[in-house]
């Protein structure tokens, strides 16, 4: 699963929200009533997290389905076939959540026999008619109503399972249709199963849906079945055995993009107002498989591959086998994909079907077997389609993602200790993992490295493995005791923090290069650490291989003359934070000599440190604008502080040329930003000039905010234009501008927040608090009755939770001013009295 930091962000800005209620009078400042946050550090989690003991073993999965869209439930029929793993047991436990459970009979040859059972709204106790051995196969059948809302507040929080969206037919933009999700154990919401990853079972569905509605699940699609009443029925099955929180049902008014991978068949399901543009999506896509499929040396194993996009889903995408889903940022037209496509989080979700699909983690700890992997493939794909710069950015900036979670969060990849499998889907997991394993490859070779990759899922596929089965088949590969490198990346914490110095002795013709490791002993080891180093010396390149052992340890090589640059870990795969004293002299010798991505980019950065007065550092970040690799230019923008620049003029100009010239819109947008900085008022035609001819979202919300600072007229000019949008970072930038004024833009806003996104909730939700506070009595009880809406219909959490702290802010707001002001009074009570439920 491709998931994001929403936990921390989502908590950050309810805090802002909440800090946000009390207005200080008329002034618009607000008082801070930040909630006491207790940080539990992890050894004091003591609960060791094992995997689930195996009692039976789930061997075939059979689901009847008919959900029911007005009163989101789901009605069902389960048979389950399983075998004791090996004790002789005569009681079942399932996990089935939040359901009703009618009857449980045991099933033997087209007879059935009552069971007892009891039931506590979790798990399921099924009293057996005996004793059963290991070599007894039992079919049990449960007839069930999967009630993912009875519960709410902690459906929310553990997951629902089942997701319908806008069943009341109250988002316009939104179609009514449903979804599922199992990661981590919710797929024992829509039916009883043994919710463990260390279970693995076939599966056949048959759903009963709207003869207009379609059905997307795991395998094939065999029949679709018209019932004669205006429903049908679908008929799904896999024949080949998967873990339960891989399953998958979704439905709804979708149009299927057709392709094929040789003889298998690639869908996409979009809905109809996005059929034309879903194809150049997922383009690529054949491509992916093929080319996973040969580095692996296992062809892509399942026998097919569905794709389908949803609103309001709880993650970025999920791998569910055969059956992925993913967000609604890819509900779009194809002019979004002139801001990057999508081939990260689909080649991501596909990788898991090797990873985490036909080899799954054997427990939550583990997931590394599953994240790990599919974080790499990201830097694998890319590093294929685009070359090795384009490839070694994306694991630069995979890898930069793990230093900001090491910043708040230090433990161990493979971690037994944790309160709920949620906490381990983390930048640790992922980002860490990927890299570790790009270290790796580094150092068995590649041959060795897909070698044993090949040999890993060879043996474990339609199976189930941990961490020791990775080492011990690298090791049979190689032929190497890997323990130590397993053991420090994987069940040891942290990362090394170098301190990199190097001296030469003019006199011994030596240059002497001292690493000391300086992390504490608690926040890691000390690491092991085979690297690179390469010596530059009369303009010739020289490697040295060198293997650090010590915190502090010094090595020597022979030297006629002073060297150019030493260039430390040169393969730039370590994962480490350093601090090397080179000089200005070597970082500009390194900018234009070192061959790699990340080694110019650890130049600028090194040099924009010291680029006040120094023409020659500011022709080197000018000439990086114009780098082939995007992210260098991105990063040189990020670099030139304008305050330091001495010709101002040369500096406009080229970024000039960047906003008219640069075929990234990242590198524009970022030019645009800094160039309004550097221009101010000057900047205005530019500005417009980019209004009028750029195709990109986000180079437009750069240009219609900064036009906002130095031109409100012209920007709400531009705003108004442009508010038929349905992009989400346009309608922020717009909703910045319509906030301030008294125009009637409350459809924009609706559409806004109907349209909320987990990263663009926040600032809608604010500029709209913002225009209802201006607002004459009758909007304002027309945006607090929409309000009511969100909060009651809509199913993301972060809109609710925004909707009801908005009419607070509000209510508040007008409480503080009417004070002194009569008509806030009357305001104060249109809110009271239109947001009551919000404001209980």
Request: one cysteine or more; hydrophobic letters at 35%.
């Amino acid at each position: 699963m491709r998931k994001f930091g929403l936990l921390v962000c989502m908590l950050l800005v309810f805090s802002v929200l909440y800090a946000n209620c009390p207005r200080k009078k008329s002034k618009k400042k607000y008082h801070s009533q930040l909630e006491e946050i207790v940080v539990t550090p992890q050894n004091f989690i003591t609960s060791y997290k094992a995997s689930y003991q195996k009692l039976f073993d789930l061997q075939r999965t059979k689901l009847h389905l008919t959900p029911n869209f007005k009163q989101k439930t789901l009605s069902g029929k389960a048979t389950l076939t399983l075998k004791p793993h090996f004790y002789e047991q005569n009681q079942l436990v399932l996990d089935a959540k939040w359901m009703q459970i009618a009857a449980v009979a045991l099933k033997t040859n087209e007879t059935y026999k009552t069971l007892k059972f009891t039931y506590d709204n979790l798990l399921l106790n099924i009293d057996l008619d005996k004793y059963y051995s290991k070599n007894d196969q039992i079919e049990i059948e449960i007839d069930y109503v999967a009630l993912p809302y009875q519960q709410d507040s902690l459906q929310v929080e553990d997951g629902r399972g089942l997701y319908f969206i806008d069943t009341e037919d109250k988002n316009p933009y939104k179609p009514m249709h449903l979804w599922s999700q199992g990661e981590s154990e919710s797929a024992s919401c829509w039916f009883p199963t043994l919710d463990a990853t260390n279970q693995k079972s076939t599966q056949e569905i048959f759903v009963t849906i709207d003869t207009a509605m379609v059905s997307l699940s795991n395998g094939l699609l065999i029949d679709s079945k018209p019932n004669g009443d205006g429903t049908k029925t679908d008929h799904w099955k896999q024949d080949k055995p998967h873990s339960p929180y891989l399953f998958f049902l979704g439905v709804g008014d979708y149009y299927i993009s057709r392709d094929k991978w040789r003889d298998k068949e690639v869908t996409a399901y979009t809905f109809p107002k996005y059929k034309d543009d879903v194809a150049e999506i997922f383009k690529n896509l054949p491509a992916m498989m093929e080319f996973f499929s040969k580095i692996l040396g296992v062809d892509y194993p399942w026998d097919k591959l569905g794709n389908i996009m949803s609103y309001d889903y709880t993650a970025g995408a999920m791998e569910n086998t055969s059956a992925i889903i993913y967000f609604d940022r890819m509900l779009c037209h194809r002019q979004q994909l002139i801001d990057g496509d999508f081939d990260w989080i689909i080649a991501h979700e596909l990788f898991h079907h090797w990873f985490g699909d036909l080899v799954t983690a054997e427990s939550w700890a583990n997931l590394t077997i599953n994240e790990s992997f599919a974080d790499y493939s990201e830097y694998l794909w890319y590093d294929f389609r685009d070359g090795k710069d384009e490839g070694d950015a994306v694991k630069y900036k995979s890898t930069q993602k793990y230093f900001r979670t090491y910043k708040y969060k230090n433990e161990p990849i493979v971690n037994y200790y944790y309160v709920h499998p949620s906490d381990v889907f983390d930048g640790i997991r992922y980002e860490k993992g990927g890299a570790v394993l790009h270290m790796l490859r580094y150092y068995v070779g590649d041959d060795a490295f897909f070698k044993s990759l090949n040999k890993f899922l060879q043996q474990y596929k339609f199976n189930n493995a941990e961490l020791s089965d990775l080492r011990k088949c690298f090791e049979e590969t190689t032929g190497e005791d890997l323990n130590w490198f397993f053991n420090q990346w994987w069940l040891d914490k942290g990362h090394p923090i170098l301190d990199i110095t190097h001296q030469y002795d003019e006199k011994n013709k030596t240059i002497a290069l001292t690493v000391r490791q300086t992390q504490r002993s608690i926040d890691g080891p000390t690491f092991r650490i085979p690297t690179k180093v390469d010596i530059y010396s009369n303009n010739t390149k020289e490697t040295k291989v060198i293997d650090i052992t010590d915190r502090i340890q010094t090595f020597y090589f022979p030297s006629d003359t002073v060297p150019q640059l030493v260039n430390f870990d040169a393969d730039k795969v370590l994962v480490c934070e350093k601090t090397e004293n080179l000089s200005t002299v070597q970082n500009l010798f390194k900018y234009y000599n070192a061959p790699l991505f990340v080694d110019k980019l650890e130049a600028i950065n090194a040099l924009a440190l010291v680029q006040k007065a120094n023409v020659t550092i500011q022709e080197l970040l000018l000439k990086a604008l114009q780098d082939k690799n995007w992210t260098l230019r991105e990063e040189a923008l990020d670099a030139i502080e304008i305050d330091k620049f001495d010709n101002k003029t040369k500096l406009s100009l080229a970024l000039q040329q960047v906003i008219y010239t640069d075929n990234n819109s990242h590198v524009r947008e970022k030019a645009i930003q800094k160039y309004a900085r550097l221009e101010k008022n000057k900047s205005i035609d530019v500005l417009e000039t980019v209004l009028k001819n750029d195709s990109s979202f986000i180079c437009l919300s750069a240009a219609l905010a900064q036009l906002n600072t130095y031109d409100k007229s012209k920007a709400y000019t531009y705003a108004t234009k442009l508010s038929s949008t349905e992009n989400s970072s346009l309608l922020v930038a717009i909703g910045r501008i319509f906030k301030d004024t008294t125009a009637d833009n409350m459809e924009f806003f609706k559409k806004a927040i109907w349209l909320n996104g987990p990263y663009t909730f926040y600032s809608n939700f604010r500029s709209f608090a913002d225009y209802l506070e201006k607002a004459n009595n009758t909007d304002l009880e027309k945006g607090i009755l929409f309000l009511k809406d969100i909060y009651t219909y809509e199913e993301s959490n972060y809109n609710k939770q925004g909707a009801k702290q908005i009419v607070g802010n509000l209510y508040y707001y007008f409480n503080e001013k009417a004070k002194k002001d009569s008509q806030a009074s009357v305001k104060l009570q249109i809110v009271k009295k239109a947001g009551k439920e919000l404001l209980n």
